[in-house]
């Protein structure tokens, strides 16, 4: 079974962001970037189901700039089998971004698709469902387990209040959370060999797909900012406090 | 043009959260229908129906939307929003999971976890775990749009008088189906509704310890949270954990106790009206946000509150 896993290049989840003096967005100049870590669950599921023997190729792909190379270099040190940029600079919206991997589901014929649920940037929790729709595929989002059982497959999903679980007919979409499992670091004898794992280098026009986006951001802000209020000596002081003062219990 | 609330419910109730979301569809402005779908879903219906501000119900109660798989509840809505300006659920699990799929249906983008309405076109959703926020304005024909239930005040419950609609509309896309599902247990107001939120981190040291911590939550009538690092560490269970990973809290009193205050977690809880931390480090970063801190030993202070309560 061939497994198509989607990665992103975002800033690295340590950085501290900080927003561009003018509002225009967030500073990413000479900030470390990374791949984003709920792409890496979604590569470690592929190799794993590849260990396991239930998938025999994985290939990964990702959308963005020149550099976003690295991101799919660490994956194939990871474990991928070969790679695809699909290279732009311009921002690639999430129908954008589900647009483009649809054309290369078109191509590569995957029984399952692996993304992350949601990139840390942009937060939108989107690519992944809205691939599954335009490719018209069941979906497995937020999943904590995968389990592929013949032409099925059982997602465990993190859903408010537990967890539920569904059965879905292959080919399918899967979106990662935090639980599925524990990435691994790459070896450097497999970053030296992930050097000669093929990648592809191809366009959006490739796939015949514009990129047009319909939202436009007009600015981006500092979060209102909560200040430091009072220490109190002890908990008579507490909840005299919350009861008279902030009148809240 | 008119909105089209698509409800959270579990069935056998309509949660508070779209209330919420009705909220935020007066502040766009237009007629709002409201979508239960579900399987035994009229007494949901209902009350959306007595909601204030509501024009319509429709009522899909089917047994392909009984567990709301994306599949057939997206196709559903796709078929039912093309005659609506905007369509709009809560950013709860459901609605990130059907919603992307209607507006890709729609060839439309989808705006996530909106917290403002600027107005019927321009919105502001926070990005990078919080970090900022920015004002998205869409040239969409049909504004497909998550929201995050906290950011809004609700409306009324009661006051409205809403036509009930059954439609026989059975979208089945035949390829996902439901197989089980583990919800967790408790008589306590459901973390993201609650008016207080009690929540225990790494300090608690081990899962029976947050016993300590439940008898406050039940003196208060208190929801129980938790930071990722007590989820992580295996002290509780996954769907406690507060922060931009778990759930988006804004309760009117928020307690932190043996939290220290991962950007994470204030993510998810920053929007609290009163924020109270306990924690015996007092260089801990929650002391930043809270507004009253005490530098204590939980061991010795949450027995002190519970006992003063």
């Known amino acids: 079974m061939k497994v198509l896993v989607a990665v992103k290049r975002v800033i690295d989840y340590n950085v501290k962001v900080r927003v561009k003096a003018d509002n225009s967005g967030v500073d990413l100049t000479n900030i470390k970037m990374a791949m984003n870590p709920f792409c890496e669950i979604a590569v470690e599921e592929a190799v794993r189901l590849k260990e396991k023997g239930v998938a025999s190729e994985i290939v990964v792909v990702s959308i963005g700039p020149k550099v976003a190379q690295e ?15 699909i290279e732009t600079d311009q921002e690639v919206q999430s129908l954008q971004a589900a647009k ?12 399952l698709v692996i993304l992350g649920k949601q990139s840390i940037d942009s937060d939108n929790n989107q690519t992944g469902q809205m691939l599954a729709a335009l490719a018209g595929m069941p979906q497995g989002t937020f999943a904590s387990e995968v389990a592929v059982d013949g032409d099925k497959v059982n997602v465990t999903r993190e859903v408010d209040g537990g967890l539920m679980t569904v059965a879905l007919t292959l080919p399918a979409v899967v979106t990662t959370d935090l639980r599925l499992n524990e990435p691994r670091y790459a070896s450097l004898p497999n970053i030296m060999k992930a050097k000669k794992k093929p990648l592809d280098m191809k366009s959006p026009a490739d796939f015949g797909v514009e990129l047009k986006a319909s939202l436009t951001t007009l600015k981006v802000e500092e979060p209102p900012k909560r200040s430091a209020g009072i220490k109190v000596a002890d908990i008579a002081e507490l909840v005299d406090k919350l009861k008279n003062e902030a009148k809240v219990i | 043009m008119s909105i089209l609330v698509i409800a959270d419910h579990d069935n056998g109730s309509l949660k508070p959260v779209t209330l919420n979301v009705l909220s935020a569809a007066v502040a766009i402005g237009g007629d709002i229908d409201v979508l239960v779908a579900g399987e035994g879903c009229s007494a949901a219906a209902e009350a959306a129906a007595s909601a204030e501000g509501v024009s319509k119900v429709l009522l899909a109660d089917n047994a392909a939307y009984g567990h709301h798989l994306a599949e057939n509840l997206s196709a559903l809505v796709t078929d039912l929003g093309k005659g609506y300006g905007h369509i709009l659920t809560s950013a709860a699990t459901t ?33 990078y775990a919080g970090n900022a926020i920015a004002t998205v304005q869409s040239s969409d024909a049909i504004k497909v749009i998550t929201v995050r239930g906290t950011a809004f005040d609700p409306v009324a419950a009661e006051g409205g008088s809403a036509t009930v609609e059954s439609l026989d509309n059975v979208q089945d896309a035949g390829s996902s189906s439901f197989v089980s599902e583990e919800m967790a247990k408790s008589d306590r107001p459901e973390l993201t ?36 690092a007590a989820v992580d560490a295996g002290f509780v269970p996954n769907d ?10 804004a309760p009117n009193l928020y307690i932190a106790v043996g939290i220290s205050g991962a950007i994470q977690h204030l993510a998810g809880m920053s929007g609290s009206k009163v924020i109270v931390a306990i924690n015996k480090d007092e260089e801990a970063p929650i002391f930043q946000v809270a507004d009253y801190g005490l530098v204590a030993d939980l061991f010795e202070a949450v027995p002190e509150l519970d006992a003063a309560l």
């Open chain 1, 100 to 111: 483009l991997l649809k054309a290369v589901v078109d191509e590569e014929q995957p029984q």
């Open chain 2, 240 to 249: 406690m954990q507060v922060g931009q990973t778990g759930k988006i809290v």
């Open chain 2, 95 to 127: 609605g990130k999971d059907f919603l992307p799929r209607v507006a890709a249906l729609l060839d439309v983008a989808q705006i996530s976890d909106i917290i403002k309405v600027e107005s019927a076109d321009t919105f502001m959703r926070p990005i």
């Open chain 1, 71 to 85: 991101q799919v270099r660490t994956a194939l040190a990871l474990g991928a089998d070969r790679g695809i940029l």
């Open chain 2, 193 to 228: 509704a609650a008016e207080i939120v009690v929540s225990g981190g790494r300090g608690m040291q081990n899962g029976d310890n947050f016993h300590m911590l439940e008898k406050v939550a039940d003196k208060l009538g208190a929801a129980m949270g938790a930071s990722r």
